[in-house]
């Protein structure tokens, strides 16, 4: 079985329904987690927000936004707001799974689509919202060598970082907060190991872990 086969096995059995995850009328949003296969590596498309946005400016993000009315479902969102951001057309997203919602820090109930998309894509940054795309792979974020860890107030836990380097422009990334977090989840249900440094959840059943910890977060609401 090649990598990409075997991937979106083990992500369909992560894939999480509305009906089986009763949620509070909060605030929705999603983003689009881009893989594709590059020389044999799994690859993840990551972007950095425009410095003139008004929240998180300039942090490294995956394509994604707040839910708009015309909307069919969050992965409808997360498609939209991939193109309108990095020119992604949603018909060449191979949508494989859609991931337990995280609360953040402003109160949006987040939701990750995973995706495949070609290797051949080509972004085309809206300057508005996105600085720079990117790719890293997967597997960086099983490694501790460039990953630390660290309480941030008001936030339960600790917040992961990682310092990467873009092998192609010698641009150097943080790659940290909700956005870490999502790819430390994703590297996990992949590759089925556990990370070289302490994580903070059950790597064996991280599902039903983040599904606690959402249901934790919501009952303080």
């Known amino acids: 079985m090649d990598l990409k086969k075997k991937v979106?096995?083990?992500?369909?059995?992560?894939?999480?329904?509305?009906?089986?995850?009763?949620?509070?009328?909060?605030?929705?949003?999603s983003v689009l987690i881009p893989l594709f296969v590059r020389e044999g590596k799994l690859q993840v498309l990551m972007t950095v927000r425009s410095t003139e946005l008004k929240h998180n400016a300039g942090e490294v993000c995956f394509p994604g936004g707040k839910s708009d009315r015309n909307d069919r479902d969050e992965i409808d969102t997360a498609l939209r707001e991939a193109e309108e951001e990095i020119g992604l057309?949603?018909?060449?997203?191979?949508?494989?799974?859609?991931?337990?919602?995280?609360?953040n820090q402003r109160g949006l109930l987040v939701t990750p689509v995973v995706g495949f998309i070609s290797e051949s894509f080509q972004a085309r940054p809206n300057p508005a919202e996105v600085s720079d795309v990117f790719s890293v792979?997967?597997?960086?974020?099983?490694?501790?060598?460039?990953?630390?860890?660290?309480?941030?107030p008001n936030?339960?836990?600790?917040?992961?970082?990682?310092i990467f380097t873009d092998p192609l422009?010698?641009?150097?990334?943080?790659?940290?907060?909700?956005?870490?977090?999502?790819?430390?989840?994703?590297a996990v249900l992949v590759f089925e190991r556990k990370p070289e440094y302490e994580v903070g959840f059950d790597v064996d059943n991280p599902i039903r872990n983040f599904r606690r910890e959402l249901q934790h977060r919501l009952s303080k609401l």
């Not at 997203?93 to 991931?99: A, D, I, S, T």
């Not at 422009?169 to 994703?186: E, F, S």
Request: hydrophobic share 45%.
């Open 89 to 103: 057309p949603p018909d060449g997203v191979e949508v494989v799974c859609r991931l337990i919602p995280v609360l």
């Open 8 to 29: 979106i096995e083990r992500l369909s059995k992560c894939t999480v329904g509305e009906e089986s995850l009763p949620l509070p009328a909060l605030t929705k949003a």
């Open 169 to 186: 422009t010698d641009k150097i990334h943080q790659i940290w907060g909700l956005t870490a977090a999502l790819t430390i989840l994703l």
């Open 155 to 162: 936030v339960g836990g600790m917040t992961h970082s990682f």
């Open 137 to 152: 792979p997967l597997e960086f974020f099983l490694k501790n060598t460039h990953h630390s860890a660290y309480p941030v």
